[in-house]
């Protein structure tokens, strides 16, 4: 099974040694997005505005893979502020519809760059 690396300019680059995301048996795998604009600024505000910026990044990496968001079937999104787990969800339910992926959300100590969200996805590959 080949894999390839996905990489577009319309989300932030890998702060790591990681991909952006990478296709692979039909599916397509993005790395933690956290709220840095294209350019690699931190979105300033609350969890939903980083929340927002996190999930346009994801958004921007799945187009580049040719999948989409209508294609996702699994989130892992990390907060680390589990009280605002509802705030998240308003912001979340503006990109996603029914059917809804299968999700976790999961409180954390920290973020890289001092995020407050990071959101990971699996998707199916462009049709």
Request: charged share 20%.
């Amino acid at each position: 099974m080949g894999m390839e690396k996905v990489e577009t300019h319309r989300a932030p680059a890998a702060i790591g040694p990681y991909s952006q995301a990478i296709k692979a048996g039909g599916f397509v795998f993005v790395s933690g997005q956290i709220p840095l604009t294209p350019e690699g600024v931190l979105v300033e505000g609350g969890v939903e505005d980083q929340a927002r910026q996190a999930l346009q990044n994801l958004k921007a990496v799945l187009e580049a893979a040719g999948s989409g968001l209508d294609r996702v079937v699994q989130v892992t999104a990390y907060l680390t502020d589990i009280a605002a787990f509802q705030a998240f969800n308003r912001v979340y339910a503006e990109f996603f519809t029914e059917p809804y992926p299968a999700r976790a959300v999961v409180g954390v100590a920290e973020l890289p760059k001092g995020a407050k969200v990071e959101v990971a996805a699996v998707a199916l590959g462009g049709a």
